[in-house]
């Protein structure tokens, strides 16, 4: 059926180095795939891929034209053949006392011959193009992508795929009787006979189809382009190496049918191969059968058929793999697929964004289609400030334990895969480090079995929103769900039910996409529900801490109901405290201290007894980092300010113990007879604890470093004294954070 001149046409173009064809089909109802004829009437599919340039001008000839003016004009034409092998090579061809890019050559020939598409329509119409070649690799990979841009079809999709795979798409077309067992195809060439056979594993789900391939070279001279002018006694020898080839792939085998491709093949010179093919095989001669296989490849990729879809072809230019990682979706532990088996290893590319939380590694799964094992391999995300943020600000934290990040994977090869991993940091409130993780995976070989590694992606849940959310009163300002909930959860002392608000359930519905949490969350804020089923509805939609944080979030908000502002800001920087992040709660503690003075309500009781617990927690975290005079003194103005609580004077005394030398020590307790007994019990204390640390480990590892450094053996000495140094710094950076 022909298609009207306003149609759209897809293309499929056999580019090899010989000659190319140009098939093609309109987006029509019922439209035929049809091979452009460079003579009206007549079955001349073949355009040689030359060029020919007239000495001294600027005038080119591409296809039969070119060899037509070369043989007429000898002197004056200058021919360039192989356009692709030169493409692929890469270097500088001399033309007429000039240098001329190979690639634009090829793009020269290639636009020239597309031109022909005028006869049936206009290249403006061309929706997709399937360039197929012999073989693909990465080098021919990069020159067609350069000659495709040189071509400037604007909006033109255009694929790339090898004989092999035309060959599959075509038979994928062809009745099913047709390839009911397996398919031959023996391509005639210059030095001799390649052979494709298709078959499929009908046992896999979806059904896999193999083409195995084999060269059969010609002994003697070559054969093309013509057989006319061969002796009968070689023709017969011709027919004989033929028939061996024909046995070889079809011997012992079920054939359904066979293809020959090749003008060659009509000349009848293989009267016994015929013979022989033809028992029980429908056979089959033609020379545009890869041209038709790219149209027909385009039109499953455009519309699909129920039979493409029972089928995955995997040859040489195919991913065999399925890539996929482990991943926390919601809370639930599931696979995320990235690549498919089956795509075109150099089209294979995907990119996503996800989490990282506590373990900063991820695993990717690699699972073959064919045979082997599933293979797990860990990347770790060495460097990345997991436990870091930006300054410490009122409201916010210093602190952060996830990384949001980007990750990129494409191939170099059918089982090179490249992985690349960016950090993005985490919003607002830890910035990106800038760092990028860069690794070469080989699929297949040097992949380990599968591990028991725990590490896993967290799965973003609903859009990164462009205008970030501000957090009623604690003025954060969160660009997703992953940046609420954490803040939600950091935050938890500090929440009341300000937080429930329209503005929070639009940027819910229409910024990050989630109209079913904002429906569920609808009522709670309508109907007056309680912050903490509120806040745990989101942290249990989100899925991004475990049970056991969830239930802690509850409990911290149900205890802060009813306290005022001062007393859930203390509680904040004492859970700090009890996390060992001395930094953050020191300075919490001193915004709190200068919110009171601020308000100057020193008078009020409460505020007192707000007022020595944070002195009071001030000075604790300076004695356990054994900055002891600035403990003692804070310590004593807590006794003060709570007036005289026993404990804290405990407290005072015990820092001056471990301040001062004993007798300075002594001479200050007797300032306080009145405390007398605080002091024996605080001996006694010290006394107990002395005795605990000579059971223990430490203990012990510090007498055999005696014993070494006294028996002269300052070598070990040293190595141990190294070892126990890097694990307190390594503890005093943790607690620095």
């Known amino acids: 059926m022909l298609g009207s001149a306003g149609d759209k046409i897809i293309i499929g173009y056999d580019l090899g180095d010989e000659f190319s064809q140009i098939s093609y089909c309109y987006m029509s109802q019922d439209s035929e795939v049809e091979t452009l004829s460079s003579v009206a009437g007549e079955e001349c599919y073949n355009i040689p891929t030359v060029l020919c340039k007239r000495q001294g001008t600027g005038r080119w000839f591409f296809g039969k034209e070119a060899l037509r003016f070369a043989q007429e004009n000898p002197r004056e034409a200058i021919l360039v053949e192989r356009l692709v092998e030169l493409a692929s090579a890469g270097e500088q061809v001399q033309i007429d006392g000039e240098s001329y890019d190979p690639v634009a050559l090829l793009t020269l020939f290639m636009k020239r011959s597309l031109g022909l598409l005028s006869m049936v329509s206009a290249t403006e119409r061309i929706v997709a193009m399937m360039i197929t070649c012999r073989e693909l690799d990465s080098r021919l990979i990069g020159v067609l992508n350069r000659t495709v841009t040189g071509l400037g079809l604007g909006y033109t999709r255009v694929y790339y795929q090898s004989y092999a795979e035309s060959f599959y798409h075509y038979i994928l077309y062809q009745p099913k009787d047709l390839w009911t067992y397996q398919t031959v195809l023996f391509d005639y060439r210059e030095d001799g006979i390649h052979s494709m056979r298709m078959e499929c594993n009908k046992r896999t789900t979806p059904i896999v189809a193999f083409v195995h391939q084999q060269d059969y070279p010609f002994s003697g001279e070559s054969c093309l382009p013509e057989i006319s002018g061969l002796e009968t006694a070689r023709l017969q020898q011709l027919d004989l190496e033929f028939l061996e080839v024909v046995r070889q792939e079809c011997e012992e085998r079920l054939v359904s049918s066979v293809y020959l491709i090749g003008e060659s093949f009509a000349e009848g010179w293989m009267p016994r191969s015929l013979k022989y093919l033809c028992k029980g095989r429908r056979v089959f001669q033609g020379v545009n059968l890869y041209s038709k296989g790219a149209v027909y490849c385009l039109l499953e990729k455009h519309f699909g058929s129920e039979t493409g879809r029972k089928y995955v072809f995997l040859g040489n230019d195919k991913l065999k793999y399925n890539i996929g990682m482990k991943v926390f979706r919601q809370g639930e532990e599931s696979y995320y697929a990235l690549l498919d088996a089956g795509v075109n290893w150099y089209e294979a590319g995907y990119s996503c964004e996800f989490y990282v939380q506590r373990e900063a590694s991820v695993a990717l799964v690699i699972t073959p289609l064919i045979a082997g094992s599933v293979a797990r391999i860990p990347i770790d995300l060495k460097g990345l400030p997991l436990g870091q943020g930006s300054a410490a600000r009122e409201g916010g934290y210093a602190f952060c334990e996830l990384a949001r990040i980007r990750m990129q994977l494409h191939l170099e090869g059918e089982n090179r895969l490249c992985v690349e991993l960016e950090d993005m940091g985490f919003g607002e409130i830890r910035p990106s480090a800038g760092l990028v993780w860069q690794r070469e995976i080989v699929c297949g070989e040097d992949c380990p079995k599968e591990s028991g590694d725990r590490a896993r992606a967290l799965v973003c849940v609903g859009d990164y929103a462009e205008e970030p959310y501000i957090l009623p009163k604690l003025g954060i300002r969160v660009h997703c769900m992953e940046e609420l909930c954490y803040c939600l959860k950091e935050n938890a002392f500090l929440l009341n039910t300000g937080l429930m608000q329209d503005e929070l359930l639009d940027f819910i519905r229409e910024d990050c996409q ?224």
């Not at 745990?536 to 109901?561: F, H, N």
């Not at 070990?716 to 950076?733: A, T």
């Open 514 to 737: 989630l109209p079913g949490l904002a429906q569920i969350l609808y009522p709670l804020v309508h109907q007056k529900g309680a912050l903490s089923g509120f806040v745990s509805q989101i942290l249990d939609y989100v899925g991004l801490y475990d049970r056991e944080t969830l239930q802690q979030v509850e409990k911290t908000l149900r205890a802060g109901s009813g306290l005022s502002d001062y007393e859930k800001q203390k509680l904040q920087a004492d859970h700090l405290t009890e996390q060992k992040r001395y930094e953050e709660a020191l300075k919490a503690y001193d915004r709190l201290l200068a919110k009171i003075r601020e308000n100057q309500e020193m008078e009020v009781p409460v505020l007192q007894e707000l007022t020595a617990g944070i002195l009071h927690n001030k000075g604790v975290i300076y004695a356990r980092q054994m900055i002891y005079d600035q403990a003692a003194e804070l310590l004593y103005q807590a006794w003060e300010a709570s007036g005289g609580k026993e404990d804290y004077f405990a407290d005072f005394l015990a820092a001056k113990r471990l301040q001062l030398p004993e007798q300075d020590y002594v001479a200050l307790a007797a300032e306080y007879p009145d405390r007398y007994r605080i002091s024996l019990e605080l001996e006694r204390i010290l006394e107990t604890a002395k005795q605990d640390f000579r059971e223990t480990p430490e203990y012990k590892r510090l007498m055999q470093l005696r014993a070494l450094r006294a028996g002269g053996e300052m070598n070990g000495y040293c190595e141990e004294i190294d070892k126990i140094l890097g694990i307190l710094k390594d503890d005093c950076r943790k607690q620095l954070m």
